[in-house]
């Protein structure tokens, strides 16, 4: 989570700096905009990504366990669909897909309807760069 929070306050900074440049107005609204739609997205790739796991796992259960109190659960990393040596890779991919789906939705919004300009992928990624470049400078002291 701390890198998705990073992550927002780094697309906040770029859509203030595309607003600004840009003259699109409300530039504080852009900004609350798309992180609202940063972390709603992110909750939604969260659940997709349990909906996924839970589909394919075979060792849960919705039996109680009586005895020691706990779900019926086979922890023990012999089924579903992280278990074998694919399991580490398709785990990593469960990771980012949260922090990577959001930041394309926020690309296209910012592309399609903040700039107005035509779908292009290259397009999506203008003006990260600058951001970098302007964070950069922003730590300069004047001599």
């Known amino acids: 989570m701390v890198l998705g929070g990073l992550i927002s306050i780094l697309i906040a900074i770029w859509i203030y700096r595309t607003a600004i440049e840009a003259k699109t107005g409300n530039a504080l609204m852009w900004v609350a905009g798309s992180v609202v739609v940063f972390l709603a997205m992110q909750m939604m790739m969260i659940y997709f990504n349990a909906a996924i796991i839970e589909t394919f796992d075979g060792d849960v259960s919705t039996e109680y366990d009586n005895a020691g109190g706990l779900n ?12 074998g040596p694919g399991g580490t890779f398709i785990g990593i991919i469960f990771e980012l897909i949260p922090l990577v789906v959001p930041f394309f939705v926020i690309a296209l919004i910012r592309q399609l309807l903040m700039l107005k300009q035509p779908f292009a992928f290259m397009g999506l990624f203008s003006g990260i760069k600058e951001m970098f470049i302007g964070i950069k400078d922003s730590f300069k002291t004047t001599e």
Not at 72 to 83: E, M, V
Request: no cysteine; hydrophobic share 25%.
């Open 72 to 83: 019926a659960r086979d922890n023990s990393d012999t089924a579903g669909l992280q278990s």
